[in-house]
């Protein structure tokens, strides 16, 4: 059974859906988004701004801020590498993570190429071909931060954090970060060098497709059957724009609709169409 949500201690509430009224075919529920905000009170504050993100005059750092701060929260892939003569260990955060097929359970991760060259961390995961993706809990978030410092090539990030690297991995020589509640040992699948824009010629990313080889998973965060990790305990954090984290502590528990029982098949379907024209 998992552990309640609802206890002081754990402070994360799953509750219903904003609107529990709402209907097929109602579309917005209206709480937030179609009304003027507070610091804009008038409709144009609710148009909308085309952005050509290749404009001549709009530097592409500016894309970069929009993005993340659109795109939220994001999970992070907090990597723990070590170099292909097993000698330098690196630890970073990645926010242009995700997972995109579970057979095989497959993720990527995109690796930004600074003009003074590659980063540790991508030139151990191309030379080694593996890594440990750790997903980042909120009771080691600031440790997690602390490993985006601008050290000098060649420094490692796990003293900086203060975090304890497991090499009790089965698959690959990388450690894991023995605090993470959930660890995904994964080897490289491929690496697509993504070109630049703003200055054709040059890579600008490199995007890294996994596989997860093995999974590490805390046994109480984890159900009896092993197919689900409980929110409560994993509190993962996700990642905004700037310098902002997101905490996972106020959910939403919507089931998915059934085109039959709930919207009442192709009858159904057809009563709303028409009763929306």
């Not at 060259?117 to 191309?126: I, K, Q, Y």
């Not at 070109?195 to 497709?209: F, K, Y």
Request: with cysteine.
């Amino acid at each position: 059974m998992a552990p309640s949500a609802t206890t002081p201690s754990n402070q994360v509430r799953i509750g219903p859906n904003p609107n529990p009224d709402w209907k097929f075919g109602q579309g917005s529920n209206h709480l937030n988004a179609a009304s003027p905000s507070s610091s804009n009170p008038d409709e144009k504050a609710q148009s909308h701004t085309l952005i050509d993100p290749q404009a001549e005059d709009r530097a592409s750092g500016l894309n970069y801020k929009l993005l993340i701060s659109a795109v939220a929260p994001r999970p992070i892939a907090f990597i723990s590498t070590l170099s292909a003569d097993g000698t330098k260990a690196n630890l970073a955060p990645f926010s242009y993570f995700n997972v995109f097929t579970h057979d095989p359970p497959t993720f990527a991760v995109g690796f930004a190429h600074p003009p003074s060259g590659p980063r540790d961390s991508f030139v151990n995961v191309r030379d080694s071909g593996e890594c440990v993706i750790n997903i980042i809990s909120e009771h080691f978030i600031e440790a997690a931060n602390s490993t985006s410092i601008d050290a000098p090539y060649g420094t490692s990030e796990w003293g900086v954090s203060g975090l304890t690297a497991d090499y009790s991995c089965e698959t690959v020589k990388a450690p894991r970060v023995k605090e993470a509640i959930f660890s995904i040992e994964a080897k490289v699948e491929s690496i697509k060098e993504i070109e630049s824009r703003a200055n054709p010629g040059r890579v600008s990313t490199w995007l890294v497709i996994f596989e997860g080889t093995r999974f590490w998973a805390r046994n109480d965060a984890l159900s009896e059957k092993k197919d689900e990790l409980y929110p409560e305990v994993l509190r993962p954090m996700g990642r905004m724009g700037g310098v902002i984290y997101s905490k996972t502590t106020d959910l939403l528990q919507i089931p998915r609709p059934q085109f039959e029982a709930d919207l009442g098949g192709a009858e159904g379907y057809e009563k709303l169409l028409n009763g929306n024209k």
